[in-house]
């Protein structure tokens, strides 16, 4: 559910930054994303070993 509503607003936002800022706050845009997403891995810890039953 998350990726569909957080999906879906990404092409929204990429057409508006470029009609009305131009091409290059596209890229702004997608570097900042990238960075949040870096972050993000970053704090996550592994759960691989983690038993979710108890």
């Given at each position: 559910?998350?990726?569909?509503?957080?999906?879906?607003?990404?092409?929204?936002?990429?057409?508006?930054?470029?009609?009305?800022?131009?091409?290059q706050?596209?890229?702004w845009?997608?570097?900042?994303?990238?960075?949040?997403?870096?972050?993000?891995?970053?704090?996550?810890?592994?759960s691989?070993?983690?038993?979710?039953?108890?």
């Amino acid at each position: 559910m998350a990726a569909i509503t957080g999906g879906a607003f990404a092409p929204t936002i990429a057409s508006a930054l470029v009609m009305n800022f131009g091409i290059q706050t596209l890229g702004w845009y997608l570097g900042a994303m990238a960075v949040i997403a870096l972050v993000a891995l970053v704090f996550f810890r592994e759960s691989k070993d983690v038993d979710f039953e108890q």
